[in-house]
């Protein structure tokens, strides 16, 4: 759910505001003066910002100011002056729209949906999702090398996070330890393949409830291991 907060020193405008707003699924919180505004805004994390610009204590041209010199969000600048220079110094100290008092209250939702859903594109686009792995409580972040077991953080040498990685990757798929060897550590295995068992050992250790009957990593007697799904 997306949080905004509304600055504005006109009660029955701001909780007219909250009202439409909060019916179209926002979180609306509402501050009536500029410097408990201002505090707000720069401490806490909000969605949007709808600032009036005449405000007791800060106006709304510090309070647009403030927050742009260390957030991208979202920003409607609210008046009941409708002269073209008011709105040219809002747009020119960052905020991303104007609106001029009287307006009707489902222009105000419209608006406040558009420029979000901008926003939320903007920053999907610049923002790359971790390739994460997610298997029966276990997940395994192969970005970052992190490895979670039902939401507890587990610690992994590189190697075994990297075959517990490619286990993880080929679900039902049954590896022989030459084979595990050869993927992992990059060289054939010249007869010796007692690491990769070590290995499986101490990735149960950490993911297993009950190593003896291993719920996530199978034994296949005779041929090597396979991640069970």
């Known amino acids: 759910m997306s949080k905004v907060l509304i600055i504005e020193d006109e009660v029955a405008i701001a909780d007219l505001e909250k009202d439409y707003l909060e019916l179209s699924g926002f979180e609306v919180d509402i501050e009536n003066s500029g410097d408990l505004g201002l505090e707000r805004a720069l401490r806490e994390d909000f969605d949007m910002y709808i600032l009036d610009i005449m405000l007791q204590g800060v106006d709304g041209f510090e309070i647009c100011k403030r927050i742009r010199e260390v957030k991208?969000?979202?920003?409607?600048?609210?008046s009941a002056k409708k002269d073209d220079i008011d709105k040219?110094?809002?747009l020119g100290l960052g905020a991303d729209d104007y609106i001029t008092k009287p307006f009707s209250p489902s222009?105000?939702?419209a608006r406040v949906k558009a420029?979000?859903?901008?926003?939320?594109?903007?920053?999907?686009s610049?923002?790359?999702?971790?390739d994460v792995i997610e298997i029966r409580g276990i997940k395994i972040d192969k970005t970052a090398r992190r490895v979670w077991v039902n939401e507890e953080e587990k610690q992994f040498t590189a190697k075994?996070?990297?075959?517990?990685?490619f286990l993880a990757e080929n679900p039902n798929h049954?590896?022989?330890?030459?084979?595990?060897f050869r993927e992992i550590w990059d060289m054939e295995s010249i007869g010796d393949i007692a690491t990769v068992?070590?290995?499986?050992?101490?990735?149960?250790?950490k993911i297993e409830i009950n190593t003896a009957k291993p719920q996530y990593i199978e034994t296949i007697w005779g041929l090597g291991y396979r991640f069970k799904v």
């Open 88 to 90: 040219i110094r809002g």
């Open 197 to 205: 068992t070590v290995h499986i050992k101490k990735i149960r250790e």
């Open 174 to 180: 049954v590896f022989t330890k030459e084979e595990l």
């Open 72 to 78: 991208n969000t979202p920003i409607l600048m609210v």
């Open 115 to 124: 420029h979000l859903a901008r926003y939320e594109r903007l920053i999907g």
């Open 107 to 109: 222009e105000l939702v």
């Open 160 to 165: 075994e996070f990297d075959l517990l990685s």
């Open 126 to 130: 610049s923002q790359q999702e971790n």
